[in-house]
């Protein structure tokens, strides 16, 4: 263990990492998830957040800083820490020729924490035909599969990278129902990268918004939601959103500005107000508004 093994309640610690490439750098992100909790990691594409968690699984290396998971980094002991893991992204992993048996008996040979009865528990109550090759079955029955593979091996962390992408809408809440059940015991953590921003509104407690590689906004989740609102007005109002706003949006010569709780008060007559929502906030956030200088 290391120096993080203090800190009992921390299932993923991600400390001031950067990563360049030729046209894109991730610089200094952090984030912290204690156990049972859900962390929901969101931005636009090319942000920087299957970067980050490319790093977080060891598929790259930081250019600087560091990762903990459950008190381990992976130089301090490999197998403890990809152990600590489970990774289900909207790519299906296994060949097409495989069955379910086959599979079965691959996680059992890797994982000494594979639990056979859970795997069949998922099988069966998914009603997944086990002697069927899975490359004959539908995206939501390998979405299933996928869940199953992985939740059987319990690990303390379950990344979610798009995982529930292009799934119907009755499966996708049974996703997250999984999800939410899967932290409830306090001892396992989510980390969830989606652009359905609402499964985050749903059952997200903390947030961080990503853009550019650099972390912009990041709390918890009810904090976020409560603390910025949506105004709306006409060019005649732009001194006022230049002065208040944080960012503003321009259509048509309508004016949009994300405000934050703290301004709201006293805004003039004719300027409409509404709470944000979280897709509104990233939208904004996301360099689609423009920022005034204030200090000027």
């Known amino acids: 263990m290391n120096s993080n093994q203090e800190n009992k309640k921390c299932i993923l610690q991600v400390n001031d990492v950067s990563k360049s490439f030729i046209n894109f750098r991730l610089q200094d992100i952090n984030l912290f998830l204690e156990k049972g909790q859900i962390l929901g990691y969101i931005g636009p594409n090319g942000a920087g957040k299957t970067t980050t968690i490319k790093i977080i699984t060891n598929q790259y290396k930081p250019d600087k800083g560091a990762v903990y998971v459950n008190g381990y980094t992976i130089e301090c002991s490999e197998i403890d820490f990809k152990k600590s893991i489970g990774y289900i992204a ?46 004959t079955f539908s995206k939501g029955m390998k979405a299933r599969l996928m869940f199953a593979s992985v939740l059987s091996r319990n690990p303390k962390l379950l990344i979610l990278d798009e995982a529930t992408s292009g799934l119907d809408p009755v499966l996708r809440e049974e996703m997250l129902q999984i ?34 590689g650099i972390c912009v906004v990041s709390g918890a989740k009810d904090h976020i939601l409560n603390s910025y609102w949506i105004i709306t007005g006409s060019m005649k109002d732009l001194p006022y959103f230049q002065k208040e706003c944080e960012y503003i949006y321009e259509n048509n010569c309508e004016l949009r500005g994300l405000i934050k709780d703290t301004q709201i008060k006293g805004i003039p007559k004719g300027i409409k107000r509404k709470k944000a929502n979280l897709e509104e906030i990233v939208f904004f956030y996301s360099k689609r508004g423009y920022k005034y200088d204030k200090s000027t």
């Open 179 to 212: 999800l939410k059940d899967y932290v409830k015991d306090g001892e396992h953590s989510v980390l969830l990268s989606t652009h359905i921003l609402y499964e985050v509104e749903a059952i997200a407690d903390w947030i961080c918004i990503i853009d550019k």
């Open 90 to 135: 909207d790519q299906f992993l296994f060949p097409d020729f495989f069955k379910i048996y086959t599979i079965e008996k691959i996680l059992e040979d890797f994982y000494d924490s594979f639990d056979k009865q859970m795997f069949y528990s998922y099988i069966h109550s998914w009603k997944l035909p086990v002697n069927q090759k899975v490359g």
